[in-house]
């Protein structure tokens, strides 16, 4: 492993900057078109998970505005701790104000008692964004490492949640159709996903908050098995 000051203030490849642009902003137009779509369902069917989608669709898209700053300018252009380290922060935020929008949407709609609706449109709607939110993470994750940006990481871990919440939300409806008395599901897996982006927003922040070294980038080793 090699430490990020080797290459601290050397020009990042245009090509990967293109790259790095690119994906950030096809995440943030599709993402704000996801999460429009999500509030409209969440609203019809009741889903605390559809709620928890859109609110987290509309902070992916501001993590991939992050992202975008990130890179941003002459500044950008470079290999950059501290830009790295601000995005990160920003991004944690992110994270934990989605896993608390989440958790409260769910708890909520346990404690009244209150079973979502089901819809063919919800649950079509939610196989194709679970394939797209895939491929869209791995993208990230790809030109992540090109560019050596722990903030394009993080932000494809963010588009990795979604991916996982709507596969989550299209099981819990298929399951309903076959016991209709764990409606809970949706709301109970809700609480989960939003646990675990609250902890990994949390853990990014106090982390970057109280490191004082550079990060550690991708080792030559793990760049030629992936052939980045």
Do not use: H, Q
């Not at 490849?13 to 078109?33: D, G, K």
């Not at 889903?47 to 609110?55: L, Q, V, Y």
């Not at 063919?120 to 560019?147: D, S």
């Not at 963010?158 to 008395?181: L, R």
């Amino acid at each position: 492993m090699f430490r990020e000051v080797d290459k601290v203030d050397t020009d990042i490849s245009p090509s990967r900057l293109r790259a790095s642009f690119l994906v950030s902003y096809i995440s943030i137009a599709v993402t704000l078109a996801l999460g429009s779509v999500y509030f409209v369902l969440s609203t019809l069917d009741g889903s605390p998970e559809a709620f928890g989608f859109a609110f987290a669709a509309f902070l992916d898209a501001c993590s991939s505005a992050v992202v975008v700053w990130r890179f941003w300018g002459t500044a950008g252009r470079k290999y950059s701790f501290d830009r790295e380290r601000k995005a990160c922060i920003v991004i944690g935020g992110c994270f934990v104000l989605s896993g608390c929008a989440i958790l409260s949407k769910a708890i909520y709609m346990l404690v009244i008692d209150n079973e979502p609706k089901r819809s063919t449109a919800l649950l079509i709607t939610t196989f194709a964004t679970f394939g797209f939110m895939v491929l869209l993470a791995w993208f990230k994750y790809v030109i992540a490492y090109k560019a050596d940006s722990r903030a394009l990481r993080t932000d494809a871990f963010n588009s990795t949640a979604e991916a996982a919440m709507a596969f989550v939300m299209a099981i819990s409806d298929i399951i309903y159709v076959e016991n209709p008395n764990i409606w809970f599901l949706d709301a109970s897996a809700a609480i989960f996903i939003a646990f675990v982006l609250f902890i990994y927003g949390v853990r990014t922040i106090i982390e970057l908050l109280l490191t004082k070294e550079l990060e550690l980038v991708p080792s030559k080793n793990f760049s030629s098995v992936t052939g980045i």
